[in-house]
Structures are given as C-alpha cells and as structure tokens.
C-alpha cells in the first residue's frame, strides 16, 4: 500500500496522518518520565516567577506611596511658607501698634526707664 492509499483509507475511516503524528509528539511531552525529571525545574521556574511579580507589585505600591508623600510633603512647605509670612506681617511694628491701638492702648513714645528705690541704698 502506498501512502496515498494509507491517506484516502485513513479518511475513509476518519483517522487523520497529522493526528496520528500530533499524538506522538504529545506523548513526548507527557512522558511520565520527562514530567518526574522536570517537575522540580518547573516547580522552581514557578516560585521564582512568583516571587518576580511579587517584588514588582510591590515596588510599584512603594513608588505610589512615595509620590503621595512627596506631593503632601510640598503642601506642607507651601502651607509653611504662608504662614511664616502672614507672622511676619503681623509681627511688624507698625502692625503690632495699630492692633493694639484697636483694644484702646497707645505707643511709648518715649524710651522705657528703670525706677530706683533711693531708701534702700
């Protein structure tokens, strides 16, 4: 019998020559053999794979969490800066004066002086 013969009989009774070869090669990869000689390789390939994405989901969080901190750490500074400059403004003499002013007292104008007890000497 010729291959052609083979071919037209095995579609004649519905088996196919690339399933047949299919097969085989499937049966390469489910050696029993071969899954006991390299199931601690894959086992291995797999805990690292794992242990891969695992590092990188977390880099990933931690780079999330540092670019939160940075943005609040720049509204704090920001925050800062406005209200240093809002007690320098109210620090200020002229501005300690008329706040003052407002609750009814008035500004020295002349120089403080130390009263001396003469008895006492």
């Known amino acids: 019998m010729t291959k052609t013969e083979e071919n037209k009989e095995n579609t004649v009774t ?3 020559v690339q399933s047949e070869q299919t097969k085989d090669s499937f049966s390469f ?3 029993k053999e071969w899954v006991n000689k390299s199931l601690p390789a894959i086992l291995v390939l797999s805990t690292l794979a794992i ?3 695992y590092i990188a989901n977390s880099h990933v969080k931690k780079l999330n969490e540092i670019e939160k901190l940075k943005q609040e750490n720049q509204e704090l500074r920001s925050e800062l800066i406005a209200i240093q400059t809002d007690l320098m403004t109210k620090s200020k003499q002229s501005e300690v004066a008329n706040r003052v002013r407002e609750r009814g007292l008035k ?3 002349k120089p403080p002086f130390q009263l001396k007890d003469e ?3």
């Open 29 to 31: 990869i489910l050696n």
């Open 14 to 16: 519905g088996k196919s």
């Open 119 to 121: 008895k006492n000497k």
């Open 107 to 109: 500004e020295m104008r």
């Open 51 to 53: 242990f891969y994405i």
